[in-house]
T-cell receptor, first 117, second 114 residues
């Protein structure tokens, strides 16, 4: 149980285009999902907290107009990187918390490798 | 502000030997503590957590960790390392009491040598 999927697993796009990444909780409902960015050989940087039915909460320094987050249902959150540039190339990981469970751990998706050329 | 320190970028251990991956934390009040493992180009997998109760926590794949409040540490241990344990390990902390922001350490690469 507690599986989180991400799609796509990798994407290459041209500079200036937009890319959408999906994060789905497959066997549980997640009122809260998190989006992280991970640079090579570095830790996870929390970008934003996505709450179902409300606006996402962005961390300081993260441009909300560039990284659009939508949490449309209890099982789906999307991250759209708008007008992508090479510096946006990174590994993006989502995670989710079980809305019904008493556990406090996060369940992570497999990540999406974004390369902007 | 809460923080996590993983002082070792890399830990090398021979297969069959015990392993320890160090973690210290700073948080207001009591902590919730977590260990996650990441394999190359993959997301993180949950290993174990300390919420309350016994200071020694047992988790997946034979790993365990000991919560030491006085030393603000939560070191990850395993009695006998396997080559398949080679991966990147992250320690994480959040303040106790409900769902709060989790802060991750910088990660420690574990290399188990056959």
């Amino acid at each position: 149980g507690a599986v989180v999927s991400q799609h796509p697993s990798w994407v290459i796009c041209k500079s200036g285009t937009s890319v959408k990444i999906e994060c789905r909780s497959l066997d549980f409902q997640a009122t809260t999902m998190f989006w992280y960015r991970q640079f090579p050989k570095q830790s996870l940087m929390l970008m934003a907290t996505s709450n179902e039915g409300s606006k996402a909460t962005y961390e300081q320094g993260v441009e909300k107009d560039k990284f659009l987050i939508n949490h449309a249902s209890l099982t789906l959150s999307t991250l759209t990187v708008t007008s992508a540039h090479p510096e946006d190339s990174s590994f993006y990981i989502c995670s989710a918390r079980d809305a019904d469970g008493a556990s406090y751990e996060q369940y992570f998706g497999p990540g999406t490798r974004l390369t902007v050329t | 502000a809460q923080s996590v320190a993983q002082p070792e970028d890399q830990v090398n251990v021979a297969e069959g030997n015990p392993l320890t991956v160090k973690c210290t934390y700073s948080v207001s009040g009591n902590p919730y503590l977590f260990w996650y493992v990441q394999y190359p180009n993959r997301g993180l997998q949950f290993l174990l957590k300390y919420i309350t109760g016994d200071n020694l926590v047992k988790g997946s794949y034979g790993f365990e960790a000991e919560f030491n409040k006085s030393q603000t540490s939560f070191h990850l241990k395993k009695p006998s390392a396997l080559v398949s344990d080679s991966a990147l390990y992250f320690c994480a902390v959040s303040p106790a009491g409900g769902y709060q922001k989790v802060t991750f350490g910088t990660g420690t690469k574990l290399q188990v040598i056959p």
